[in-house]
């Protein structure tokens, strides 16, 4: 088991930055998802840690030993891929024997590593099959298989579900969950999927353009966003962003949207917005919970509004509702009994309480 440090990580290939300097500790038994969208530098990260590429500029730490010029094989890291590559002429048991195997472990010990593998992931009726024989949940088992019998310092996963369909990838992320937790070792997980991200996750990167924009846990990330990058990637549906502008009224603050809708700030949203300056361009960030169909006795903060919805989804236990505010479209989410029809007017409210503040020029979370 073993930390792993990044250093002022930097990959260049002639012309692209892939990674532009990362700093990222994580800790001894750890889950860390790399996260972003396609490009952003995750899988060459990943594959630095493992060695498969060497780094342009930085340090690279496991377990405390600087590992910048030490081999994939010398570094005691597995790797899971998207495409298992499982050996297609070997069985089950001798595909997650192999790295053993090379190694002139003793026979007994790779049985019972074998064995005990199996059975954490429930394939042991499957041991003497070829990958020809199994489905892609099945392989992708194997290959954590093989991945778990070498008892790593570091398990790095590079989007080990990407092949499989929703249903399956939503049991093979329970799955690996539930490894985790038993075997413990420290892990860096990289996917598209800010769902996946955020259900597996200790700590979530998420990452941008080469660079990390947030390091925090999923509830850190999807209640605090520290930017406008990170406030519409995690969540869904993504939070809504409606530009506006502070304006005094009385002794309080007003958030105005247009010139006939503007909502009181709650007074401990008004203290914490206060040294904005009032002609400063904004956006209200506000996730669709936050805006709900109007109850009887709305709580302090809450602040009602009517819209003419456009489309309405019904997706059994809510309704997603969407409508136009100053051309932009916005997502409401309402019980499935609140009467939401698309064409027609609901009463609606926004929840002030919940509100994120965004500089709109800079992208930063006032
Ligand atoms: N071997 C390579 N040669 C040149 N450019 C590469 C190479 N590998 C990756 N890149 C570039 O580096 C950037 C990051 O790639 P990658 O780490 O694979 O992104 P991600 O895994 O987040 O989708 C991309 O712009 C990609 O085109
Ligand atoms: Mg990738």
């Known amino acids: 088991m073993a930390d792993v440090s990044l250093r002022k990580v930097i990959k260049r290939y002639e012309d692209v930055e892939a990674v532009r300097g990362i700093d990222l500790d994580i800790a001894d038994h750890e889950f860390v998802v790399l996260v972003g969208p396609s490009g952003c530098g995750k899988s060459t990260t990943l594959r630095m840690i493992a060695g498969l590429e060497d780094i342009t500029g930085g340090d690279i730490m496991i377990g405390g030993d600087l590992v910048n ?45 074998v064995d005990e593998a199996a059975r954490m992931l429930d394939i042991a009726e499957l041991i003497d099959r070829k990958p020809k024989q199994l489905s892609g ?134 203290a914490r917005y206060q040294g904005v300056t009032r002609t400063d361009r904004l956006l209200l960030g506000l996730r669709p919970e936050h805006i709900a169909e109007l109850k009887a006795h709305p709580e302090p903060g809450i602040e009602p509004f009517e819209a003419v919805l456009d489309v309405t989804e019904p997706m059994g236990m809510e309704t997603l509702v969407y409508f136009t505010l100053e051309g932009a479209q916005i997502c409401g989410r309402v019980s499935p009994n609140a009467g939401a029809r698309a064409g027609e007017p609901l009463r609606l409210a926004v929840d002030l309480n919940n509100i994120h503040l965004l500089n709109e020029v800079t992208g930063a979370v006032i």
């Open 69 to 113: 010029d030490v081999p994939p094989k010398d570094r005691d890291i597995a790797m899971v891929f998207q495409n298992y590559a499982l050996y297609p002429h070997m069985t089950v048991a001798e595909n997650m024997s192999f790295g053993l195997r090379l190694k002139h472990y003793p026979k007994a010990e790779i049985r019972s590593r």
């Open 137 to 270: 949940g099945q392989r992708q088992r194997v290959a954590m298989g093989r991945a778990i019998v070498r008892n790593p310092k570091v398990f790095l996963f590079d989007e080990p579900l990407s092949n499989l369909d929703a249903k399956l990838r939503v049991q093979m992320r329970i799955e690996i969950k539930k490894v985790h937790q038993k075997v413990r070792t420290t892990t860096v997980y990289v996917t598209h999927d800010q769902v996946e991200a955020m259900t597996l996750a200790d700590r979530v990167v998420v990452m941008n353009k080469g660079r990390i924009e947030q390091i925090g846990t999923p509830n850190d990330l999807y209640h605090h966003p520290a930017t406008r990058f990170v406030a519409g990637f995690i969540g869904s549906p993504a939070m809504n962003f409606i530009p506006c502008r502070l304006e005094d009224s009385g002794g309080g603050l007003n958030i105005r949207l247009t010139d006939r809708i503007a909502f009181p700030l709650p007074p401990a949203r008004a």
